[in-house]
């Protein structure tokens, strides 16, 4: 007989690493192949597409990679054993496809704005939150290292007392007539560039100054009051080109922004300047490396190292200091805090659908103002907690 020092060792057992998430893509245009490819960086696998129509079906499996492809959610979810659901669907479809994918127990990625109506956007953030679902809006400019960084230094009380906020976002691909889905209100809503691009540049403002806007006055401007359709017919054009927006905040701040979908060679210049008392501070999306910092002896610009960011905004700088990060690593980051929240973590700063609800209240505020002659109109408190982040 063998004595016990002759038996072999157990051998340690490893923990198996989980499987990929396995994710479906809702629409297959420039926002689904952004998914795709965020989703596959984050390691998830792309299974399903759902495409507009069966003669689309092969399209879209082409455009975002996915295995396969239909024409119904409910039947693709059916089908498929499936994690995340990434919505990315016109706006009008948002709630709906949002909606069938947490019934049928799934996490939820919905493009913004979350809904047209703020009943509803409240609703799925309700929905989500009864259910216990990570549901998130890709907000994704928070994941910026440097727009990490500015808050953090505005948290630590750098920027002193803070005395104006103010910004714009810029785009042209609309500075000539022709149409997109988004200019119908029937498929985007009743505002077009606020609900666009004026809601990413207001998410960024609280998220980076950890204040909330109460009050606006907002005018709207459509430059071309008639578009061409892709049949070639003109039709009237009823959502805004440009809107300029007053603030106030709940701390005091006044503050203004200005966007535009008609602004020549301006392609999607995101820009949020927060004036302090001891320093200001600046981001451009389209230079997204740096971050301007100013105080009363001049300025100096901070370079993205991740040797030199702080805790919270180093972790998202993925790459050496000049090997440039941009729009499409911002969008991966934010996947990969979603599927982190999958798993079961909290990832800081992630913006769930109660960010999607608050947003929708913004926009609401923007558009009665607007419709009351510029009106100051004051933008009700969050009524939904945050159910992730």
Known sequence: MLNDESHDSPTPRTAAAPRPLRVAIAGAGFM???????????????????ASAPSRVDAAIEAVGAARGYTALDELL?????????????????????LTALEAGRHVVCEKPLATDVRDADF????????????????????HPMVREMR???AAGQAGRIGMLHGSYLQDWLAR?????????????ASRTFADIGSHWFDLLEFTTGDVVTAVSAQFSTVFDRRTGVDGAEFRVET????????????????????????????????LEVSGTDHSFAFDQEDPERLWMGDEDGHRVLVRDADRLGTGAAEYAIVPSGH????????????????RAVRGTTPDGLPGFAAGA?????????VRSQAAGGAWTDVPAARIQEAVA
Do not use: M
């Open 32 to 50: 689904g192949r952004t998914h795709s490819i965020a989703a596959r960086a984050a390691g998830a696998e792309v299974v399903a597409v759902l």
């Open 78 to 98: 059916r089908a498929e054993d499936v994690d995340v659901v990434h919505v990315c669907l016109p706006n009008r479809d948002h709630v709906a496809a949002s």
């Open 124 to 143: 799925l953030a309700l929905t989500a939150a009864r259910l216990g679902l990570v549901a998130a809006v890709p907000f994704v400019y928070r994941f």
């Open 152 to 154: 953090r230094r505005i």
């Open 177 to 189: 007539p022709v149409s997109n889905w988004r200019v119908d209100p029937a498929a985007g809503g």
């Open 240 to 271: 805004e080109d440009s809107v300029a927006v007053q603030f106030r905040t709940a701390r005091g701040v006044i503050g203004s922004f200005v966007g535009a979908q008609v602004a020549a060679g301006r392609k999607n210049r995101l820009a």
């Open 324 to 339: 440039a990060q941009g729009y499409q690593d911002a969008f991966n980051a934010f996947a990969r805090d979603v599927y």
């Open 358 to 366: 608050r947003s929708a209240l913004l926009v609401d505020a923007v």
